[in-house]
């Protein structure tokens, strides 16, 4: 009885640690694979980024204003501002 007992204990072991091994593997690909898309995703951050800072400098800023939208825009000088009253 003694040696069923210790037989069928350690088969148990055995299944055990086959499903723990299988589960563990497929945690780790699953890890991997979340690590692989963050990597995709933080190079595409980092190009729109680096996108971003270069659209947004004043010299692309007004390259594109004049090429874009050429006479649209023009210069006004500050002292020309006239404050509106909205109580009169």
Do not use: H
Not at 15 to 31: D, F, M, Y
Not at 62 to 68: P, S, W
């Amino acid at each position: 009885m003694k040696k069923y007992i210790i037989f069928f204990g350690i088969i148990f072991l055995i299944v055990a640690t086959s499903i723990v091994k299988s589960s563990t593997r497929q945690l780790e690909k699953n890890i991997f694979i979340l690590e692989e898309e963050v990597k995709i995703l933080e190079e595409k951050f980092d190009f729109l980024l680096l996108e971003s800072d270069y659209l947004t400098t004043p010299e692309r800023l007004i390259g594109l204003k004049e090429k874009i939208f050429k006479d649209k825009f023009f210069a006004i000088d500050p002292k020309d501002i006239k404050k509106i009253d909205l109580n009169e």
